[in-house]
């Protein structure tokens, strides 16, 4: 089975955070195998470059890999921009992409603490 993780709860757990998570999300983690969208890369280095993370998103990310086995979704960006495409509920292009990428990966669940994403994708996991 896998999961994906959205830009904060891959924060969490990257950093370590995981208790403030779900009970459902927690149980999902330790049985799943958890993969990120590439566009959590680009809104983590988002983030750092407005001071909102300290951490580049590359440095982030090889401390999920190499201390949870936490891997980086190799889908085709072709697929996964034409689902965004039909994610019409947000603004939001970080949100539509890495909604996006788990729907093309046959529906898998999305472990997110968003209330937006969780109103218009069905597999949330918080």
Request: glycine share 4%; proline share 3%.
């Amino acid at each position: 089975m896998i999961a994906y993780l959205d830009t904060h709860a891959f924060i969490r757990l990257a950093l370590g955070r995981s208790r403030l998570m779900g009970r459902e999300a927690t149980r999902l983690i330790q049985q799943a195998e958890l993969l990120i969208s590439p566009m959590v890369l680009v809104e983590l280095e988002y983030l750092h470059e407005i001071g909102r993370l300290k951490v580049h998103s590359r440095d982030l990310h090889t401390k999920a890999e190499h201390e949870l086995g936490l891997k980086l979704c190799e889908l085709p960006f072709a697929a996964v921009a034409n689902a965004a495409i039909d994610e019409t509920w947000t603004r939001d292009v970080f949100d539509r992409i890495i909604v996006a990428n788990a729907r093309v990966n046959g529906l898998a669940p999305l472990i997110t603490a968003d209330e937006k994403i969780a109103e218009n994708y069905p597999r949330t996991v918080w």
